[in-house]
């Protein structure tokens, strides 16, 4: 438990109104998106890079732990302070303080949204591509944390690819610079990849520095309907031989289709086993002819129906079915949970075909829907966490779609991030090797633990 | 404060265990946006009550007011994944925890003691409720449709009611008042939770209009039209499964017991805004707009005319009917409309203002000079807004625009 005498110090470092311990306000900042939840002992709404760098020197001297937290909807407990301890929410921190179109980079602190952010430089008609679901209310620096996907994965690639610099305080309080704003730089380790993705664990980012592309003068976009999971899934794979590499290539099964009609009712045919929603960009000319040979591609491989926007209200009509996918999964039963096990584009039939078969063993709903062209799908369990018995099939149900997406050449986390709810098959993916290796740069970066402890098995096992 | 006298009806644990903590609502919360704590958004608020009926806290005047907070816009649950009906449980856990014995808090005690006694929230006195109004509205009689003033038109802006009154006559529409013997429709009340309070002015001026063979009620407030839409039909169902029959706002006198099997909560009265019957009106060639108004004009989706009413067109109907107009929409429209942030003027009126210069700034973003509105709550506050902002920004109710074109 944070002491009083360190709980007037926060307070008088970040200013009353900024520090928060009620139970109430300790339970706000207790959960994200995931069932989990811990109590912190307090939470701070730093104000500046110095404060940040204060509170982290003195947790390290004292010996608390600090969990930094965007805005806690994150998909793997990364945001949830285990041990208790501090949370330390940057929200305070969001300003956008420079766009450069000559240089296509721009400066943002890490409590931006990344949806606001996304349209600030659409304005300069430059393009931030990451799109992770939740862009209208999470952070860039909760998705620097967790190198966060999106649907545009697929062609411009995810947060990592986007982040050119940082700076980030350490867990001694000391300010930390890595990486470069120009377009090519090999000076040092690479000490930016080694921040983004490692959940807030090693540092805590205090700004980003973005590359930015030129926003694509136009778009097409279609939507695919298949009698035959595998005929969609060889569309995918089909595509991608072509020579096109689409901006979107999304993919909702036949129990989200229905879930999908029952909730929108837009006139899905209920017998689909597969719907693709795919998009090409770039100059007209281009886009048009990628968008063509697309619909070549389905056409051979069977696709019942084809639909093409003609224009941006239609666009809107084709997107209802894959943007209404989670919300329509999440009215079938109370508990949802949205995993992330993501494998090789060739293997998504199998994937397909094998959560299904997990899903009528064990007797659950699950919906699978998401980024086929990258093999990054959500399978989706639809159950009540109340029912013990049948929650208990659920929790096997993943252990065995993880088990089924490693089996393949996958990976537990495409783009969710491992945190605590995924920690314990981080062995089995990346080996003792390799987390041994993990837990010596976290020891190198934090002696003491105390950033984001408990967090990818990074602690000492006996 | 005992956790175990706070009870809910089985559908509203429902709602608050179905939230699945994504976090949508962050983005649409008003007073969330102003705040940044996640003690005051949707989310925060439902696993609030989550732990409390988990015992994991309790019936503290802390989850009170965070409670109390919310303004009751309910864009949350427009944007929810789950649709879980935030409004509603807002609404249910006031209730509950009234019941469960929690005092209100300050500020409202005196707003429902003035509703409850001389039937409006100025402070005002029932007696003076008609004045304003020419003699032959001062008192009811027998007609299918009632023209309902509300408390706000009654008492602080009847020069709105006057032009609802010259155009509805210049269109030959019939009608009658309650005029001195109108009530408040009860909608401040129930906000605050006290649904017997509530109930009892729906039996009331349900048993009232019944009397009168009342079939249509209109009204030109915002407020009164949700409470008649919503409360009035029963679709609040499960708040009036909540009112206890022996709470002492419960009026002793009108009807015995056996008329608790509360027929006045079933009935199919017509409802609507009098901007729908000024678009159907026009529509019918009853009233023709002729003055031009060349204006860019954003009109705003009040919370309770919109979202909660489901009246949107006849707004924009009566605004296009006037020449010259050009109508703006704002960023967020319809169902998505943000709020004007008028339900915290009393209780936190720096925090309203913060609220309506949001939606100025928005409307002068998209180029608008003039923000046209159906709700008395938003012509006020927004006016706020704008002088927050320090800009001059024209705030008019649809109704007067409408009058304006008219002569």
């Known amino acids: 438990m944070i002491s009083d005498a360190v709980r007037s110090k926060l307070r008088e470092l970040v200013g009353a109104p900024h520090f928060l311990d009620s139970l109430e306000d300790r339970i706000a900042y207790s959960y994200d998106a995931t069932l989990q939840e811990a109590l912190p002992d307090a939470v701070v709404y730093p104000g500046t890079v110095e404060e940040i760098a204060a509170i982290l020197r003195l947790a390290n001297d004292v010996r608390f732990a600090v969990t930094p937290r965007g805005a806690g909807t994150g998909l793997s407990g990364g945001s949830i302070p285990v041990v208790g301890g501090l949370v330390m929410v940057l929200t305070r921190l969001n300003r956008i303080e420079e766009i450069s179109a000559d240089d296509l980079y721009a400066v943002v602190e890490p409590g931006v949204i990344t949806a606001d952010f996304a349209a600030a430089v659409a304005k300069h008609r430059l393009l931030y591509p990451p799109d992770p679901a939740s862009q209208t209310v999470s952070t860039m620096g909760g998705n620097v944390a967790e190198n966060s996907g999106g649907l545009r994965g697929l062609k411009y690639g995810v947060t990592k690819h986007y982040i050119l610099a940082l700076e980030a305080v350490t867990p001694q309080g000391d300010v930390l610079r890595t990486g470069a704003t120009t377009v090519k730089c090999v000076t040092g380790y690479d000490l930016t990849q080694l921040l983004v993705g490692s959940e807030g664990t090693l540092a805590v980012v205090t700004k980003i520095w973005c590359k930015l592309v030129p926003m694509p003068e136009h778009k097409e976009s279609m939507l695919a309907i298949f009698g035959d999971v595998d005929d969609a899934a060889r569309t995918v794979a089909a595509i991608i031989r072509s020579g096109v590499i689409p901006a979107t290539l999304e993919f909702l099964d036949h129990v989200t289709i229905n879930a999908v009609e029952d909730f929108k009712k837009i006139g899905l045919p209920r017998e689909a086993e597969a719907i693709l929603l795919i998009e090409t960009d770039g100059q007209r000319s281009a886009a048009e002819a990628e968008a063509e040979k697309v619909m070549a591609v389905c056409r051979e491989n069977r696709a019942q129906t084809i639909q093409k926007a003609a224009n941006e209200d239609e666009r809107t009509q084709l997107w209802q079915a894959r943007r209404g996918a989670l919300s329509s999964l999440a009215r079938i039963r109370p508990t949802t949970i949205l995993e992330d096990a993501t494998v090789p584009r060739s293997r998504v039939p199998d994937m397909v075909r094998g959560v299904r078969e997990i899903a009528q063993r064990h007797r659950l709903i699950i919906g699978n829907f998401g980024h086929a062209g990258d093999g990054n799908l959500h399978p989706t369990v639809l159950t009540d966490v109340r029912d013990k018995e049948e929650y208990a099939r659920a929790e096997k149900a993943i252990d065995e779609i993880f088990e089924l997406a490693l089996s393949l050449g996958g990976t537990l986390s495409g783009e969710h991030g491992i945190g605590s709810a995924k920690a314990r098959y981080l062995r089995r993916e990346i080996g003792p090797v390799g987390l041994d290796v993990m837990r010596r740069i976290k020891r190198a970066f934090d002696p003491n633990d105390i950033l984001n402890p408990g967090k990818m098995e990074l602690e000492e096992q006996g | ?407």
């Open chain 2, 1 to 407: 404060m005992s956790n175990s006298s706070f009870i809910l009806h089985p559908s509203s644990l429902e709602e608050i265990f179905r939230c699945m903590k994504c976090g949508n609502c962050r983005e649409v919360c008003p007073v969330f946006l102003e705040t940044g704590r996640e003690g005051m958004v949707a989310r925060g608020r439902v696993q609030l009550l989550k732990a409390m009926l988990e015992n994991r806290l309790d019936l503290s005047d802390g989850l009170r007011d965070r409670i109390y907070a919310c303004l009751n816009c309910n864009a949350c649950h427009v944007t929810c994944p789950c649709g879980i009906e935030v409004d509603e449980l807002i609404h249910a856990s006031r209730v509950a925890m009234l019941r469960a014995g929690k005092p209100l808090p300050d500020g409202h005690k005196l707003l429902r003691e003035r509703i409850l006694g001389e039937q409006n929230p100025f402070g005002q006195k029932q007696s003076e409720r008609g004045a304003w109004l020419p003699e032959k509205y001062r008192k009811p009689r027998p007609s299918p449709v009632v023209l309902h003033a509300g408390c706000a038109i009654s008492y602080a802006n009847n020069r709105v009611g006057k032009m609802v009154l010259a155009i509805l006559e210049s269109a030959g529409a019939d009608f009658m008042m309650m005029g001195d013997e109108e009530q408040c429709c009860g909608d401040p009340i129930l906000r605050m939770g006290d649904v017997a309070g509530a109930e009892a002015q729906r039996r009331r001026t349900v048993e009232a209009y019944r009397k009168w063979g009342v079939e249509t009620i209109v009204t030109g407030c915002a407020g009164c039209l949700k409470m008649f839409k919503r409360y009035y039909t029963g679709q609040l169902e499960k708040l009036s499964d909540m009112s206890d029959p022996s709470d002492s706002s419960e009026p002793s006198d009108s009807l015995d017991a056996s008329d608790l099997s509360v027929s006045y909560r079933t009935h199919d009265f017509r409802v609507l805004h009098t901007l729908e019957w000024f678009a159907q009106l026009i529509a019918e060639g009853r009233l023709t707009p002729k003055q031009t108004l060349a204006k860019r004009i954003a009109y705003l989706d009040g919370c309770d005319i919109g979202r909660h009413s489901g009246v949107y067109d006849a707004p924009r109907q009566v605004l296009r009917a006037i020449p010259a107009v050009q109508l703006i929409e704002f960023p967020a429209h319809h169902e998505s409309s943000r709020c004007c942030g008028g339900p915290l003027m009393a209780s936190d009126p720096a925090m309203a203002a913060s609220i309506a210069s949001k939606r100025v700034r928005e409307a002068l973003d998209a180029g608008a000079e003039m923000i046209a509105v159906a709700c008395p709550t938003c012509f006020i506050n927004l006016k706020e807004g704008a002088n927050r902002l320090g800009v001059r920004m024209d705030i008019q109710d649809v109704t007067a625009l409408l009058h304006r074109s008219l002569r």
